[in-house]
């Protein structure tokens, strides 16, 4: 008995002194000496939501910026919108107009950051989910549901383009693809054929990836009237739809490859990841510093007092005029504004109501559109540069923009003009009718603007704002419409959509066989300068038609510390760390 | 002391008053009321906001003293800077006088005095739709309920139990979205509507349970026999005695509805572009603080004085009612309002 | 007992399936998730459309749909099934993967803040109330007031000025100017005045006392850069210990018990010593050890009062614990304040420590002390400001509860009986006066839980309130949803817990 009493606690003392020693961890030291690069931080507004951005789940401002920082491609966009190629990765070619021909060859240097290196089978990976070319199924007119078949890649953007070449021929040992399209392709430069690595893509779905390459290279192209399931490439799709989304950091790897010159390291959700250099990477893109940290912060204030307090370096807030003035405002902070890619307008409805083969009437109407003043209330605060926006097709910065102002005829709805106005009504007084989105300030700014301005010239103006205008759009219920578009800034894919008369984005009921024309020639125009000089001739006639006018383009605002140079404002969505390259710190 | 809260009067003076005066009831709780200091206080204070938000930028189309509007875009002067000047020349100051933009300018010109005003208005307004429509509705709910029991109260508390798991900022944030997408064109006033639609709760709870002892009373057995009606009883007998418990409880709902709607609006479920909340501008100027601090300041000052001295009216108010009231029922009811 | 907790919850699961249709159908009224395909350009837009349609069940009537929700919710109840389903999100992922992270950090926001809220906002209150109508009881009630009034958004972003980015700037040059360190001594001074009291000439000594010693204390900090190497130190630690042993022998013994500043004296020294042997221990610790370290440390503390003893053994053992356990604290607080300077040099930090976003600084290299004081830092200024609110609240609650019960016949009855006022205050008083703040913390947490969603935008902290506001403004249903049926069991269980906890304390309630 006496034993045990002293013994028993002995026995606990000695344990918990054990545990207490085995429970200890060593130093962790001093913090490893900083290479020379140093670590930039990046605010952004959205959490990551997989490791990819092609499917239509994924297709989100972060996870696309991630693939910038994370994935090489055949070229990048400036920020002026030219395609630049980025020959470390492989080259495009475009072999032969008629039919026309595009090769795409790897470079040499090309590889995942496991050390696989990247070959024609990931090209053709990527071609099958960006062409569609297996899809079978047959949609429901009315849900737009499969109804029958199978639609095997769920590919965030259009399949139409590359869907018109045939299945790409493979050369160079394996590092080249041949596309060969049945019909001229017009926006054939903007296809970039690397997608996700298809040797993880077959170990998730448990193919082998002879087999896979196998199915992309044999089955036969999808035909909805004789659906057909290839289960390889079923399996494969499945996969590729849903194996890289992701709300931590996956224990797989595998999962988050990189092919550039930076691979994720660490991913604290709600918080953080950590992006540091890809050790595999060869390419040209190499950046100065090592490590790219970017934080998820929501509130645009937020990102501002943080990048106040150092705790960022570069923000990308959402514009707003106090945002801008108090960045300004901030010691040691450059502040960055620009435009970005959407704007609003206002179009007329062509095939009802009161401008319905009435030219004078719309050329009245446009006259007392006030322009400016919409433009001094809505942009100026937050982007004192801002000018008027004064093309229906190209945006400013382009090269094509410049050009195009020079004779589409915009400048003379510059000014409200409402002599002008009355003298074309000659004492007629039309009602117009106006739906806007009545949820959305600057929308029903710029309808009371409007308004009061028209109705000086004898329009009666009639509110026709909505809630759900989005389902009003093209019901004929309204002669004049205020919205926006939301636009990747490339490509002429949008213009037969939006202008041509049978095209699904013509609300507006407008119809010119010459734009017709000119927009199908467009649609088979390969060479950029051309695309440009048809495009021009086409603003100039919606321009002359009245087709409406455009009010601005919404505004954006970049910041980063003076601590880091190399920040370029850039309107496009790969966001601020397009050129992340380029960036040093001090 | 009128902070005390569990203080109780001497009972002798008490009833020394009722004697000597032969005041009613109602003349007494006044009278404890006005004694109040600070419930005194803080009432001119209130009123005096009031009066300055209501006569500088005028209501319902009347127009105000104040030469701007909140929608006005007059040219910017001096970058904007508020023009405010309260120390006397003879203090080495500029002399005290509005100037043309004592609060300053936003970035585009706008006259912040005239949007300050215009939000401390809202505020207002927010803050008497949610009091009126709480009372009534609260009363109405609480006085059935507690006045017929049975399967009515079942009913009536079942539902307000429903409403009361939902926290206040949560439902208010929900029912400010649905306002501002099906209500637009009411503006502030659908806002404060629907908002109050839903406060009710607390208070209908505790009508209810003032009903459920007061209807036991002699004197309600008395009005039957005398053939009153349901109504009669509930709203002429019973309801004087239990009024304390709602106007008090409405007072601090009302505080507490101030801080809703600008907290709502500041994270974007409450009152939108183009029309102004103190909560919005806060939002708005939130970065602005270490340049143009005029901007963060003002209608946080705002928020608060109306907020503080309608607390110190209610609390007067509560102190007047029943000096031995506890606190933690009116409370209670307040915590929920808040969040 | 259980069959009153089983007719509560069945109540209780009634009532949040009832919320939650209200809730349901409110948010569909909210927004059309469909809104944003209707301003796009997409070529496959109808798709993307058919797609959302039938990822939310859009084609299904509300009241259908929210039965669908109910089903997939009810499987939650099934344990380790994990068959739980709330639905997906507009980009498809299952609301269950991001609940627990977004509930890990509002928890650990709401948590601190509630737990500091009620121990100051209660000793504040009881102290107030303990010295009604002083200069103090009116500045702490005009103090509540004022804060209780203020609107969470403003302060937030006022924190985040003066104490992040103020502090941060000052600590570039960290000298308190004279005219500071006079303002803040005397303050302090006035403070302990109106809280002490007393006559004339005892306030005097009082204020002079304070207003010399906490000059003395900012200027000991100015000279000896304090703010970059903080430290306590083996002196003052030893101090401060002895301080703590003293008031829980004053709290809970009266000071005039041998016995009880035996055992307090013992734990003291024992803390005293062992501050020197665990520095080494403490440099290589991780959280297990600390773990260990703090059971160990209550252990010595019980044991001591056990040994010590005497006629009234468990007091002497309540006595040690508290004392072994506050003091250990203060060697940890200690410890934390020399990871300090560590942490201001690290490359991430860069000399400006207090955050402003965020809950945790990317990538931090360092040991758990450095992670602590990382933690701090960020949450330091959301904490503050939740708590602030609730403070405000729980110090009206506290003084008023308190002379409530101070105006009770027992307590007439206890000091006509001739017990020392301290047993009176704190045997008869104080606990009783625990009863009413037991339900109203319980109610306070649903709102405090609310209000983070202010809380968590104004600081960036990706909590459910940021969950919550997202999805209500894309709109996104079904995450407003899980963070509602969150929000609402909890609420639910804190009540429950609240009404157990008051049968504990007040006997006459009974449970059945």
Same mark, same amino acid.
């Given at each position: 008995m006496k034993i045990n009493r002293i013994g028993a606690p002995l026995a606990v003392a000695t344990i918990a002194a054990m545990a207490l020693v085995g429970c200890t961890t060593t130093d962790p030291g001093e913090e490893p000496p900083a290479s020379t690069g140093g670590t930039i931080t990046v605010a952004e507004v959205n959490e990551l939501t997989a490791f990819t951005s092609s499917t239509s789940d994924t297709n989100l401002d972060m996870n696309g910026k991630f693939i910038g920082y994370t994935r090489s491609s055949f070229f990048y966009l400036d920020e002026a919108l030219n395609l630049i190629p980025d020959t470390s990765f492989g080259t495009v070619e475009k072999t032969s107009d008629e039919p026309l021909t595009v090769k795409y060859t790897l470079a040499d240097t090309a590889s995942w950051s496991d050390g696989t290196a990247i070959t024609a089978n990931d090209l053709l990976l990527a071609w099958a989910a960006q062409s569609?070319?297996?899809?079978?199924?047959?949609?429901?007119?009315? &849900?737009?549901?499969?109804?029958?078949?199978?639609?095997?890649?769920?590919?965030?953007?259009?399949?139409?383009g590359l869907g018109l070449a045939d299945r790409p021929v493979v050369g160079d040992n394996n590092m080249s693809i041949t596309l060969t399209y049945s019909e001229p392709y017009a926006d054939w430069q903007l296809v970039n054929p690397i997608d996700a690595p298809l040797h993880v893509v077959a170990d998730k779905a448990g193919v082998s990836v002879e087999d896979a390459v196998d199915a992309l290279t044999t089955a036969p192209r999808g035909d909805a009237a004789n659906p057909n399931e290839n289960a390889t490439i079923k399996a494969l799709a499945d996969t590729w739809n849903t194996v890289f989304t992701a709300t931590s950091l996956p224990s797989d790897s595998s999962l988050y490859l990189s092919s550039a010159a930076f691979v994720l390291d660490s991913w604290t959700p709600k918080q953080s990841i950590t992006l540091v250099r890809n050790e595999a990477y060869k390419g040209d893109l190499v950046p100065n510093v090592d490590t790219i940290v970017v934080r998820f912060i929501g509130d645009a204030q937020a990102q501002v007092t943080a990048l106040q307090n150092g705790e960022v370096d570069i923000i990308n807030p959402q514009a707003s005029a106090d945002t801008i003035a108090s960045l300004q405002a901030l010691d040691g902070v450059t502040t960055l504004t620009g435009d970005q890619f959407s704007y609003d307008h206002l179009d007329i409805t062509f095939n009802t109501g009161v401008f319905q083969n009435a030219p004078d009437v719309r050329e009245a109407f446009l006259k007392t559109?006030?322009?400016?003043?919409?433009?001094?209330?809505?942009?100026?605060?937050?982007?004192?540069?801002?000018?008027?926006?004064?093309?229906?097709?190209?945006?400013?910065?382009?090269?094509?923009?410049?050009? &195009?102002?020079?004779?589409?005829?915009?400048?003379?709805?510059?000014?409200?003009?409402?002599?002008?106005?009355?003298?074309?009504?000659?004492?007629?007084?039309?009602?117009?009718?106006?739906?806007?989105?009545?949820?959305?300030?600057?929308?029903?700014?710029?309808?009371?603007?409007?308004?009061?301005?028209?109705?000086?010239?004898?329009?009666?103006?009639?509110?026709?704002?909505?809630?759900?205008?989005?389902?009003?759009?093209?019901?004929?219920?309204?002669?004049?419409?205020?919205?926006?578009?939301?636009?990747?800034?490339?490509?002429?894919?949008?213009?037969?959509?939006?202008?041509?008369? &049978?095209?699904?984005?013509?609300?507006?009921?407008?119809?010119?066989?010459?734009?017709?024309?000119?927009?199908?020639?467009l649609q088979v125009t390969l060479d950029k300068d051309e695309q440009d000089a048809i495009q021009v001739e086409i603003d100039k006639l919606l321009w002359a038609d009245g087709y409406g006018v455009p009010l601005f383009v919404a505004p954006g605002v970049m910041a980063h510390s003076d601590s880091v140079s190399g920040v370029v404002y850039y309107p496009g969505q790969a966001g601020v760390g397009w050129n992340f390259w380029e960036w040093t710190k001090s | 002391m009128s902070l005390s809260h569990t203080d109780i009067p001497d009972p002798t003076a008490l009833e020394r008053e009722v004697e000597t005066e032969g005041v009613s009831q109602g003349r007494l709780i006044l009278r404890r009321f006005l004694r109040n200091k600070i419930a005194m206080i803080s009432l001119g204070i209130f009123l005096a906001v009031v009066a300055l938000a209501l006569s500088s930028s005028g209501i319902f189309g009347i127009p105000g003293w104040w030469k701007y509007s909140h929608t006005d875009l007059p040219k910017?002067?001096?970058?904007?800077?508020?023009?405010?000047?309260?120390?006397?020349?003879?203090?080495?100051?500029?002399?005290?006088?509005?100037?043309?933009?004592?609060?300053?300018?936003?970035?585009?010109?706008?006259?912040?005095?005239a949007m300050t005003m215009r939000g401390v208005q809202n505020s207002?307004?927010?803050?008497?739709?949610?009091?009126?429509?709480?009372?009534?509705?609260?009363?109405?709910?609480?006085?059935?309920?507690?006045?017929?029991?049975?399967?009515?109260?079942?009913?009536?508390?079942?539902?307000?139990?429903?409403?009361?798991?939902?926290?206040?900022?949560?439902?208010?944030?929900?029912?400010?979205?649905?306002a501002n997408q099906h209500f637009q064109g009411l503006g502030v006033l659908g806002l404060s509507i629907v908002l109050g639609l839903f406060l009710w709760t607390g208070l209908a709870r505790l009508v209810r349970g003032e009903f459920l002892?007061?209807?036991?009373?002699?004197?309600?057995?008395?009005?039957?026999?005398?053939?009153?009606?349901?109504?009669?009883?509930?709203?002429?007998?019973?309801?004087?005695?239990?009024?304390?418990?709602?106007?008090?409880?409405?007072?601090?709902?009302?505080?507490?509805?101030?801080?809703?709607?600008?907290?709502?609006?500041?994270?974007?479920?409450?009152?939108?572009?183009?029309?102004?909340?103190?909560?919005?501008?806060?939002s708005q100027n939130q970065t602005a603080f270490s340049t143009r601090p005029y901007l963060f300041v003002w209608p946080g000052v705002f928020i608060v004085i109306i907020a503080l001295t309608v607390n110190f009216i209610g609390d007067g108010l509560r102190d007047a009612f029943d000096p031995r009231q506890s606190r933690f029922v009116p409370r209670k009811m307040k915590e929920q309002v808040k969040a | 007992m259980v069959s009153f907790i089983a007719r509560r919850l069945v109540v209780?699961?009634?009532?949040?399936?009832?919320?939650?249709?209200?809730?349901?159908?409110?948010?569909?009224?909210?927004?059309?998730?469909?809104?944003? $395909?209707?301003?796009s350009r997409l070529p496959n837009r109808e798709q993307l459309m058919a797609q959302r349609i039938e990822r939310l069940q859009l084609n299904v009537p509300v009241a259908l749909r929210f039965f669908l929700w109910l089903g997939g919710a009810a499987k939650c109840l099934i344990p380790f099934a994990d068959a739980c389903d709330l639905g997906l999100t507009v980009q498809g992922q299952p609301v269950t993967e991001l609940l627990p992270q977004a509930m890990g950090a509002t928890l650990q926001l709401v948590t601190a803040a509630t737990v500091l809220a009620i121990i100051i906002g209660i000793t504040v209150g009881i102290v107030s109330a303990l010295r009604q109508y002083t200069t103090f009881d009116v500045f702490v009630t005009f103090l509540s007031f004022l804060l209780y009034s203020l609107p969470s958004f403003w302060v937030g972003v006022l924190l985040k000025e003066f104490v992040a980015i103020g502090f941060n700037n000052f600590l570039r040059d960290p000298v308190i100017p004279i005219p500071w360190v006079i303002a803040i001594a005397v303050g302090t001074g006035l403070l302990w005045v109106g809280l002490i009291g007393g006559d004339m000439r005892r306030r005097l000594t009082v204020f002079g006392v304070s207003t010399l010693a906490t000059a003395a204390v900012l200027v000991y900090f100015n000279l000896s850069?304090?703010?970059?190497?903080?430290?306590?130190?083996?002196?003052?630690?030893?101090?401060?210990?002895?301080?703590?042993?003293?008031?829980?022998?004053?709290?809970?013994?009266?000071?005039?018990?041998?016995?009880?500043?035996?055992?307090?004296?013992?734990?003291?020294?024992?803390?005293? +010593?062992?501050? $020197?042997?665990?520095?080494?221990?403490?440099?290589?610790?991780?959280?297990?050890?600390?773990?260990?370290?703090?059971?160990?440390?209550?252990?010595?503390?019980?044991?001591?009062? $056990?040994?010590?003893?005497?006629?009234?053994?468990?007091?002497?053992?309540?006595?040690?614990?508290?004392?072994?356990?506050?003091?250990?604290g203060l060697i940890l607080v200690d410890r934390y304040m020399r990871a300090w300077p560590t942490y201001m040099g690290l490359s991430s930090i860069r000399g400006r420590p207090i955050a402003t976003v965020g809950a945790e600084t990317p990538n931090l290299v360092g040991d758990i002390w450095v992670q602590g004081v990382d933690s701090f830092t960020h949450l330091l200024l959301p904490t503050l400001t939740l708590m602030l609110?609730?403070?405000?609240?729980?110090?009206?609650?506290?003084?008023?509860?308190?002379?409530?019960?101070?105006?009770?016949?027992?307590?007439?009855?206890?000091?006509?009986?001739?017990?020392?006022?301290?047993?009176?205050?704190?045997?008869?008083? $104080?606990?009783?006066?625990?009863?009413?703040?037991?339900?109203? +913390?319980?109610?306070?947490?649903?709102?405090?839980?609310?209000?983070a969603i202010i809380t968590e935008q104004v600081f960036a902290f990706s909590g459910m309130g940021a969950m919550f506001q997202r999805g209500l403004s894309l709109p996104d249903p079904n995450p407003v949803m899980g963070y509602f049926i969150v929000i609402a069991v909890m609420a639910i269980l804190f009540n429950l817990i609240a009404d157990l906890t008051y049968s504990a304390l007040d006997p006459r309630v009974r449970t059945r």
């Open positions: 569609g070319y297996f899809d079978d199924a047959s949609l429901d007119p009315e &849900t737009g549901e499969v109804a029958s078949g199978t639609r095997y890649f769920d590919y965030a953007g259009d399949t139409s559109i006030p322009r400016q003043q919409i433009l001094d209330a809505i942009v100026t605060p937050q982007n004192p540069e801002a000018q008027q926006y004064d093309s229906q097709i190209f945006f400013p910065g382009t090269a094509g923009y410049e050009e &195009t102002i020079k004779s589409n005829g915009a400048d003379a709805y510059h000014e409200v003009d409402i002599e002008g106005a009355k003298a074309l009504l000659n004492g007629a007084t039309p009602t117009v009718r106006i739906l806007y989105n009545i949820n959305n300030p600057n929308r029903v700014a710029a309808f009371q603007a409007i308004q009061a301005s028209a109705q000086q010239a004898g329009f009666v103006i009639e509110d026709a704002g909505a809630e759900n205008w989005g389902s009003l759009l093209g019901s004929g219920t309204y002669d004049a419409s205020i919205f926006g578009w939301i636009s990747s800034g490339v490509g002429v894919g949008g213009v037969p959509q939006i202008f041509g008369t &049978t095209g699904g984005g013509n609300y507006s009921g407008y119809s010119n066989a010459e734009v017709d024309r000119l927009a199908n020639l | 910017l002067l001096d970058g904007g800077k508020p023009t405010l000047s309260l120390i006397p020349e003879w203090l080495g100051g500029d002399g005290i006088h509005l100037g043309e933009h004592p609060f300053g300018q936003t970035l585009i010109g706008i006259d912040y005095f207002l307004i927010v803050m008497f739709v949610i009091g009126i429509l709480v009372a009534v509705i609260g009363t109405v709910v609480g006085a059935v309920a507690g006045y017929y029991r049975g399967w009515v109260e079942s009913v009536l508390m079942r539902f307000t139990d429903l409403i009361i798991i939902i926290p206040v900022i949560v439902l208010g944030a929900v029912v400010g979205q649905i002892t007061l209807r036991e009373r002699e004197y309600v057995d008395a009005a039957r026999v005398f053939g009153a009606g349901d109504a009669r009883i509930m709203f002429r007998h019973i309801l004087p005695n239990a009024i304390g418990v709602v106007i008090v409880t409405t007072t601090l709902v009302m505080a507490a509805a101030i801080l809703l709607e600008t907290g709502l609006s500041f994270i974007g479920f409450g009152i939108r572009t183009p029309d102004v909340s103190l909560g919005l501008i806060i | 209780s699961v009634l009532l949040i399936i009832g919320a939650a249709f209200i809730m349901y159908v409110l948010t569909s009224l909210a927004g059309d998730p469909l809104e944003e $395909f209707y301003q850069n304090w703010f970059i190497t903080p430290a306590l130190g083996p002196v003052v630690v030893l101090v401060m210990s002895a301080g703590i042993g003293l008031v829980m022998v004053a709290l809970l013994a009266g000071i005039r018990n041998r016995r009880a500043l035996l055992t307090a004296g013992i734990s003291v020294a024992i803390t005293f +010593v062992v501050y $020197f042997l665990v520095q080494p221990l403490l440099n290589i610790s991780s959280l297990y050890t600390l773990m260990i370290l703090a059971a160990a440390t209550l252990v010595v503390g019980l044991l001591t009062g $056990f040994f010590v003893g005497g006629p009234d053994r468990g007091q002497m053992m309540r006595i040690g614990a508290f004392t072994a356990v506050l003091s250990a609110i609730s403070f405000a609240a729980y110090t009206r609650y506290a003084r008023a509860g308190m002379l409530d019960v101070l105006n009770q016949d027992y307590i007439r009855t206890a000091r006509a009986k001739g017990m020392p006022e301290r047993v009176v205050i704190v045997r008869h008083a $104080f606990r009783n006066s625990l009863i009413p703040i037991a339900t109203i +913390v319980a109610a306070d947490f649903g709102a405090l839980l609310g209000g």
